[in-house]
């Protein structure tokens, strides 16, 4: 088993909220193309329930204590094949949502990030590499690339693949009473012995 690294880090992005934590949750298909959000760490109760039947009660419910919101181009690996490319997207949502799924349960061991961040992978100890490829936007209708929603912030790679980050008080309240308030600091990791 490998040890829980980032290999490239970015100060101002904290990924360290995402290492050893499991993806509890995905939401991708019905309406949304090829955009998907994983969702990591504590369940945090949603200011209120969403609507959207497609999706599973607890996504209905709960946010990630971490998320990540993926509106560029993404892939999912294993073993060297490829289970699903957003680029080659064409429809039903079905093979994007078990691809997706594939995710949940597994934890963050590796996180590799080439700067500017126009590429980054994310390694789960299933085997399962999600790779997601940034790139510059020109034109009428800019999105986002990618989000890193923490706690307290959204850290945003942009159309521009410039860092944009906003404040995120408020959005939601933990549904665990003894850790009341949302914390800006990221999970405490377990210390390794020495020897």
């Not at 829980?4 to 101002?12: C, E, G, M, R, W």
């Not at 990630?64 to 680029?87: A, N, P, Q, Y």
């Not at 997601?132 to 307290?152: C, F, T, W």
């Amino acid at each position: 088993m490998t040890n829980p690294q980032t290999v490239a880090h970015d100060p101002l992005l904290p990924w360290q909220w995402l290492l050893q934590q499991p993806c509890w949750g995905v939401a991708a298909g019905s309406g949304t193309g090829s955009q998907a959000s994983l969702h990591f760490g504590r369940k945090l109760r949603r200011a209120r329930e969403l609507e959207n039947p497609t999706l599973e009660p607890d996504m209905r419910l709960y946010q990630g204590e971490v998320t990540l919101f993926v509106e560029c181009k993404w892939s999912i690996h294993k073993e060297r094949k490829v289970l699903f490319d957003s680029d080659r997207y064409q429809g039903p949502d079905e093979q994007m949502v078990q691809a997706l799924r594939r995710l949940r349960g597994a934890s963050v061991d590796q996180i590799s990030l080439f700067v500017p961040p126009s590429a980054l992978s994310i390694q789960f100890n299933n085997g399962i590499l999600l790779n997601i490829e940034a790139e510059k936007q020109r034109g009428e209708d800019p999105h986002d690339n990618y989000s890193l929603l923490v706690p307290d912030r959204s850290y945003i790679i942009g159309p521009d693949l410039r860092l944009r980050i906003e404040s995120r008080r408020g959005v939601l309240e933990t549904i665990n009473p003894s850790h009341s308030g949302s914390s800006a600091r990221p999970p405490q990791r377990p210390r390794r012995s020495a020897g």
